[in-house]
Each structure stands twice: as structure tokens, then as C-alpha cells.
């Protein structure tokens, strides 16, 4: 089924309920009569209710609606904001300087709005030690708690170990006060906290290197 209405000589009933140029209802009138109408006002007879019976028509400019409906798909296409699946690979026998390093990029990945899927990877012996990490995951999300949710608890899967943390904010609102971030910057005013002024000075270029991090093997 065609997602394009039919319009003008394309409709085949013997009468349409017609709708007016400026929405207002004309009544049950025969095709012919509604064609009439057409081009005495310069537009297009549309098919608006193909199911109705009789079929609901009304008087426009077709080719200028086409126009605002496509601007308008494309502006929603834009506006939206889907929600990224990062990964944050870690060991359940993590150092302490390591462990404050993925954590931070956990954090960022949260406070941008998305989801994070913590891997703990195990190796040789410790995968007869699956409560170490249990028990990292844990401490992990009590960490982030204030950022973020366990979205899937931890299961085994194979060697690893896997948690998804959901964020509490939504994509579409992290974005929005990012970009009421930069406009505070471009305004030359400062951001209202330290926390703040430090994530906006944080760059794409921080994610390429959680990316690099979380593939590079870790000692231990």
C-alpha cells in the first residue's frame, strides 16, 4: 500500500466528504463537484481518510504541503537523540588508579545520556572467583548510583561477566544542557560549579581515548 494519498483525477468514488482550504467542513459532494472546487481555488483535491466512507478529501496545495512535511521530518530526524551503547571493559583484580580512570569515563558516558555495558573480563584462575567480580559490579554501581541505574544485573557470560547501567537522564535532556553549556561559554559566563567547568572542558577526543583504554590489555 502506497504511502502517497491519492489526489485529484487518481480518486475514484463517486463522492468525498470534502474539508475546505482553511479546514472548515463543505459537507458530502459528488467528485465532480469537489474536482469543480479544485481549480476554482487553485489547489489540489487530497485524499485525507481513504477508509472513511465516504472517503474524507480536502482542498490544498499539495506540493507545498510535501515540502513542509519533509522539512519537518527532517527537523525531527535532527532533534533526535538516540541512546548509545558504550563499553567499559574491566579486571576483577583492578588497581585503584585504574579502577578511578574507567569509572570516570563511566561517569561521562552516564552524564552524556547513555547506557554502559560493564565487561569484567576473567582469566585462568580467576574464573573460579566470579564473586570478585560480583562484587566490582556492585561497587560499581553504588559508585555511579547518583548517575545512573543497573539496567541488567550481572550474569555470566562465557569468561565475562556483564552489567548494563542505564542512565537517569535522558539523552535528549544531557544534550540540551550540554548546548546550554557551550551557549554559557560563547557568552563568556562561567559554568556554576567546578564539576561543571571540567565536563565542559571535556572533548570527543576523551571518548576516542576510553575506547583505546578499554581495548589496550590490562597487567594483572
Known amino acids: 500500500m502506497s504511502a502517497e494519498p491519492r489526489i485529484n483525477d487518481r480518486i475514484r468514488v463517486p463522492e468525498v466528504r470534502l474539508v475546505g482550504p482553511s479546514g472548515e467542513q ?10 469543480e472546487l479544485a481549480q476554482e481555488y487553485d489547489l489540489d483535491l487530497v485524499e485525507v481518510a481513504a477508509t472513511a466512507r465516504p472517503p474524507v ?37 583492578i588497581d585503584p588508579h585504574d579502577y578511578d580512570t574507567k569509572k570516570g569515563h563511566v561517569v561521562r558516558f552516564l552524564k552524556q545520556g547513555d547506557k554502559v555495558k560493564i565487561t569484567i573480563m576473567f582469566r585462568g ?4 572467583r566470579p564473586e570478585l567480580g560480583f562484587r566490582l559490579l556492585q561497587r560499581l554501581a553504588e559508585d555511579v548510583q547518583e548517575l545512573g541505574f543497573i539496567e541488567s544485573n ?8 556483564i552489567m548494563v547501567l542505564g542512565p537517569h537522564k535522558k539523552k ?14 560563547k557568552a563568556g559566563r562561567q559554568p ?14 576523551h571518548d576516542e581515548q576510553a575506547v583505546a583504554e578499554q581495548d589496550a590489555p590490562e597487567a594483572g
Do not use: W
Open 26 to 35: 463543505v459537507g458530502i459532494v459528488p467528485l465532480a463537484k469537489a474536482l
Open 172 to 185: 535528549t535532556e544531557a544534550m540540551a544542557e550540554a548546548r546550554e553549556a557551550q551557549a554559557a561559554r
Open 125 to 128: 584462575r580467576e574464573q573460579s
Open 57 to 93: 478529501c480536502k482542498l490544498m496545495d499539495y506540493g507545498k504541503f510535501k515540502y513542509e512535511s519533509a522539512m519537518k521530518a527532517r527537523e525531527a530526524r535532527k532533534n533526535q537523540a538516540h541512546t548509545v551503547i558504550k563499553e567499559m571493559k574491566l579486571r576483577p583484580k
Open 154 to 161: 550481572p550474569k555470566q557470560d562465557g569468561r565475562n561477566m
Open 192 to 205: 556554576h560549579s567546578e564539576d561543571e567547568q571540567v565536563e565542559d572542558e571535556q572533548t570527543e577526543a
